[in-house]
Nanobody, 115 residues
Framework: QVQLVESGGGLVQAGGSLRLSCAAS????????MGWYRQAPGKQRELVAA???????NYADSVKGRFTISRDNAKNTVYLQMNSLKPVDTAVYYC?????????WGQGTQVTVSS
């Protein structure tokens, strides 16, 4: 099927940076959307950023100007560069790929930002 493996999470101080990576494998198609959701304790899972196979992007208002999403189609990998991190960014980050009507999820990676 489709598998997504995430890496890059960790503990960082406020103002620091992290880069998350998510490598997809399996029955992928040329036209798809990849991106990142996050979920903090007691909070609803929210879309952080998404990018289409054509390179169109969108971001949550809370991360605009700080986070950058990109993808390497040859490697079937999506990245999330996170700069100027804040404690409110602390969450489990889940990557996903959406192919036609199906969405597949990574295992999640913890990002913790200390003040």
């Amino acid at each position: 099927q489709v598998q997504l493996v995430e890496s890059g999470g960790g503990l960082v101080q406020a103002g620091g940076s992290l880069r998350l990576s998510c490598a997809a494998s399996g029955r992928l198609f040329s036209f798809n959307t990849m991106g990142w959701y996050r979920q903090a304790p007691g909070k609803q899972r929210e879309l952080v950023a998404a990018i289409t196979s054509g390179g169109n992007t969108n971001y949550a208002d809370s991360v605009k100007g700080r986070f950058t999403i990109s993808r390497d189609n040859a490697k079937n990998t999506v990245y999330l560069q996170m700069n100027s991190l804040k404690p409110v960014d602390t969450a489990v980050y889940y990557c996903y790929v959406e192919i036609v009507v199906n969405r597949y999820w990574g295992q999640g990676t913890q990002v913790t930002v200390s003040s």
